[in-house]
């Protein structure tokens, strides 16, 4: 295991650990840690691609769903850290706060022009409804001979 050393006041910390960095960079840490968060996920239904995140605390004004370049969904936020009192003192920081951005190509069989969004305690649903496969006529010729 390698030691680095810091860049923000001379203290060394062990990178793999998470808890070394947050105690020895808070701010950095906290600023950050929102992007890496956003967990997504993304599923497939024969009439949708649906995209479920939970974003607990934020409001649907905290979120932006945004289709960029025709076939790109964008999911996109901040989440802010209330002022903290100069007497405190923190044991330990775990919740993220900060900005989001999470970008997902659709397939072709995606309707850009129907998507929808809903929040509903804390969890966004984005469903992208698909086009309809329409199935191919089939004509039976007779065999002669």
């Known amino acids: 295991m390698s030691i680095i050393p810091s860049f923000f006041g001379g203290q060394r910390s062990s990178f793999p650990f998470a808890s070394s960095l947050s105690a020895s960079f808070p701010e950095f840490y906290r600023e950050n840690s929102a992007i890496?968060?956003?967990?997504?996920?993304?599923?497939?239904?024969?009439?949708?691609?649906?995209?479920?995140?939970?974003?607990?605390?934020?409001?649907?004004?905290?979120?932006k769903v945004e289709i960029e370049d025709e076939r790109v969904l964008q999911i996109s936020g901040e989440r802010n850290v209330k002022k903290e009192e100069k007497n405190d003192k923190w044991h330990r920081v775990e919740r993220s706060s900060g900005k989001f951005l999470r970008k997902f190509r659709l397939p072709e069989n995606a309707k850009m022009d129907q998507v929808k969004a809903c929040m509903e305690n804390g969890v966004l649903t984005v469903t992208v409804p698909k086009v309809e496969v329409k199935k191919p006529d089939v004509k039976t010729i007779e065999i002669s001979g």
């Open 36 to 63: 890496v968060n956003s967990k997504i996920d993304w599923k497939e239904t024969p009439e949708a691609h649906v995209f479920k995140a939970d974003f607990p605390g934020l409001k649907k004004e905290e979120v």
